[in-house]
């Protein structure tokens, strides 16, 4: 039986289809994991060096994504925002070489630190950006919200 020990809702919603079908990927991604966290370490490790490098990459391209769009929209947070993304990639990095040195590895800590940062992240840093866009985005004609070259200052 599969668990989530994160659910997607729409309150996590940047309001970008392609960011937020990236997020819905991370959540799928920590749930895979979660589900992989069986208290058996020889078996959680053999998972987990199969998934990181795939995980590491998709996370890449996503802060690639999202800070592509900062960028061309001149939001005033990027660098902050790419800090907090910057260091993320430092932390599972990080606990990346531990596992690889052989030391002590949680599948089910590793996915509980990955929850509770994309969680955060989506609830505080992307909601701001998503304000600033909503800020400079011109309505078109059928109602939604849309960013072009002209809303750009």
Do not use: C, P
Not at 43 to 60: D, L, N, P, T
Not at 95 to 112: H, P, V, W
Request: glycine share 4%.
């Amino acid at each position: 039986m599969k668990r989530e020990l994160v659910t997607w809702s729409s309150t996590f919603s940047v309001g970008i289809k392609l960011i937020d079908d990236q997020h819905k990927g991370l959540f799928d991604l920590v749930n895979d994991m979660f589900n992989h966290a069986i208290s058996d370490e020889t078996e959680e490790r053999i998972y987990f060096q199969s998934v990181i490098e795939k995980a590491v990459k998709y996370v890449r391209v996503h802060f690639a994504t999202e800070e592509k769009i900062m960028i061309a929209t001149k939001f005033t947070g990027y660098r902050e925002h790419k800090r907090a993304h910057d260091a993320f990639v430092i932390t599972v990095v990080n606990n990346i070489k531990e596992f690889e040195a052989g030391k002590r590895f949680s599948l089910s800590t590793f996915t509980k630190f990955l929850r509770e940062w994309i969680l955060t992240h989506i609830a505080i840093m992307d909601k701001q950006y998503i304000e600033y866009f909503k800020k400079i985005a011109s309505r078109k004609a059928d109602g939604k919200l849309s960013i072009s070259s002209t809303d750009i200052i």
